[in-house]
């Protein structure tokens, strides 16, 4: 059972190489971006850019609007002003299927009326590639059975969903959305249930496949660690009552994961250490 | 054991379907031979494949054909319907009339017994209830913009009972004799039943509709996001959903009245041994719930011949050990 993507390692660092040299291809974009919720303003003039290779971040406190905001640019919700653009195109124009094909979402919570086994779950993934009156391929199965053995399944295609604890189910969640295969991915709190084992390796496994196959990805997260470890860039949705200029701030994490700006971010104190192992963020 | 992969899956989903049908045939012809006339196997086929004028034919043709055909259509109807309603509501107690449907047929059925109409009238005035009473829902759910199946439920389960008083108040106020229509009305029952012409089309397409529905179905059970996240247009899905059902329970409650338990006790039966896939469970269903019916009603019929009684009686009596025998053994979770 293998967690993490041992695949041709010099061949994603080539990949890598080849993309440098180009411009990066902006994947998914808003423009002058105004998001409300409950007469609430979470961001207003927003622009944005996550190009191909990409990681970024969403911090923010409870209630800052992570969620609302990734919704936003998923294209389940509208935005109050601007738009949202995916490879140039409105995401407002892109059928829900077509959109499906590019985008997949990592939803925080999930609901399971008549819960379906773990393998027909992950199969779900195929949806958008598949026709009208389709059938999953063998093919099809193949790429589900690789997900779920990447995020540590492989034994469990037959139970069903109610059996399974949260950290699974998050686990079975990854591997939909590795079966999805899209371009571009918009993760709600992708740490949540799971253990630090599987924290490291799923994250360590999802930037690899960004970065090999030139996707972006934009994940909400509450562990400073985490961000500093896997994120490229990252978005501050500070809290209403916030004395700063900007309500929403946009930056490398080197420039942003500082004391100061992360002390107006929680409303609490925080302090980064550098150890030996790297940079290490401890609430005071 | 199931088996894992996909074409051994595909396999076992035709099997299953062909087995189903088998019963249903079997059932048909099980309703064809008994009753107060024995009809042997061979009278039988000699009656159908030969033009000939007996008794035994006009029994056939002219009453079990049209009633075992009226159970086929009306059992697979709400079968099908209280699948779709599940997913719709996303709530495992909803069945084809928990939206209201019934109660707006039955009090236009009630209402041509008391005015003494005939069975045309009948039908008819049922019909146009249980449109009303989806217009009425769909409505009153709808206005403010947001469209939840909570909302949804709380609106036709409170229309209900609105209905249900209705029906109270008209019972109480019709004469002696015309209560035992109503009661065998409200309780279900097919011995008014004719050659369900139109309501098979009405079957048909709905069928055909669903089935093509199935697989963004399977991704609405686990909830709206989830299903938008995946690629499926979920809002247009839903009214297509609460259409279906609403037109099939309907059609269904027009031909028979409201038979009970049918609807939402066959979808879990087969949820809990066959699994949640829908692209099984919808023909399925209607299969099941088709030869469910036709089995009960041929009970309903012969169990204390001459007389009848209502067949909602029987498909509880079935139903209810049936149900209870799958939910101790079935080794899947229902919610």
Request: proline content about 4%; overall charge neutral; some cysteine.
């Amino acid at each position: 059972m293998s967690l993490t993507n041992n695949g041709d390692k010099s061949g994603s660092a080539s990949t890598i190489n080849d993309a440098i040299e180009t411009t990066p291809k902006v994947l998914l974009a808003a423009q002058q971006l105004g998001v409300k919720i409950a007469g609430k303003t979470i961001c207003q003039n927003l622009d944005l850019e996550l190009k191909a290779g990409e990681i970024w971040g969403v911090l923010g406190g409870n209630g800052a609007g992570k969620t609302t905001l990734l919704h936003t640019l998923a294209g389940f919700r509208e935005p109050d002003q601007g738009q949202v653009l995916i490879e140039q195109t409105p995401i407002k124009q892109i059928k829900a299927k077509h959109r499906a094909q590019k985008l997949g979402f990592l939803l925080q919570d999930e609901k399971n009326a008549f819960p379906a086994t773990v393998l027909e779950t992950a199969l779900q993934g195929r949806h958008p590639h598949l026709g009208h009156w389709q059938w999953e391929s063998i093919e099809d199965e193949k790429i589900a059975l690789k997900a779920l053995e990447q995020v540590g399944l492989s034994d469990y295609t037959e139970r069903t969903l109610d059996r399974l604890s949260g950290g699974e189910r998050q686990r079975l969640k990854i591997a939909t959305l590795l079966v999805q295969d899209p371009k571009i991915w918009l993760l709600d709190e992708p740490a949540n249930h799971l253990d630090l084992h599987h924290q490291i390796s799923l994250l360590t496994l999802l930037k690899e496949q960004t970065k090999q196959q030139q996707g972006c990805l934009l994940m909400s997260l509450h562990d400073l660690n985490l961000a500093w470890r896997f994120c490229d860039k990252l978005i501050f949705i500070y809290p209403d009552d916030c004395t700063r200029e900007h309500k929403v701030e946009q930056g490398d994490k080197a420039a942003l994961l500082q004391a100061e700006k992360l002390q107006h971010l929680y409303q609490h104190p925080i302090h980064c250490l550098d150890t030996a192992q790297g940079k290490v963020f401890i609430a005071g | 054991m199931i088996p894992s992969t996909v074409s051994q899956q595909q396999q076992r989903n035709l099997l299953y379907l062909l087995l189903l049908a088998l019963a249903c045939l079997g059932s048909l012809v099980l309703a064809l031979t008994s009753g107060s006339i024995e009809i042997s196997l061979s009278d039988l086929w000699q009656v159908i494949t030969t033009d000939q004028t007996s008794l035994q034919s006009t029994v056939v043709h002219e009453l079990r054909l049209p009633r075992a055909l009226s159970a086929l259509i009306v059992g697979a109807q709400l079968a099908l319907a209280g699948c779709l309603m599940q997913v719709l509501l996303r709530n495992p107690l909803a069945d084809p009339y928990v939206l209201g449907v019934s109660g707006g047929a039955a009090v236009g059925a009630l209402f041509s017994i008391m005015m003494g109409l005939g069975s045309f009238a009948m039908s008819a005035n049922a019909f146009i209830g249980a449109m009303v009473n989806l217009l009425l829902v769909f409505g009153l759910a709808h206005s403010q913009g947001s469209w939840s199946p909570t909302r949804l439920l709380l609106t036709g389960v409170v229309t209900a009972a609105g209905w249900g008083a209705v029906i109270s108040f008209m019972l109480s106020i019709s004469q002696d004799h015309q209560l035992t229509g109503m009661v065998f009305w409200l309780m279900g029952d097919l011995s008014r039943a004719q050659l369900p012409g139109q309501h098979s089309l009405v079957f048909i397409i709905c069928l055909l509709l669903s089935w093509a529905l199935a697989r963004p179905l399977n991704l609405m059970l686990r909830g709206e996001m989830q299903a938008k996240a995946l690629g499926v247009s979920v809002y247009p899905l839903q009214i297509g959903l609460y259409l279906l059902a609403s037109l099939l329970t309907a059609s269904a409650v027009t031909q028979a009245g409201s038979i009970g338990f049918l609807g939402l006790v066959v979808p879990h039966i087969l949820r809990l041994s066959l699994g949640t896939d829908h692209r099984l469970l919808l023909p399925a269903s209607a299969l099941a719930g088709g030869c469910l019916l036709l089995l009960a009603d041929t009970l309903a019929r012969t169990l204390i011949a001459p007389q009848q009684l209502p067949v909602g009686v029987i498909t509880a009596f079935i139903g209810v050990p049936v149900f209870l025998w799958v939910l101790q053994k079935s080794n899947r979770g229902l919610v």
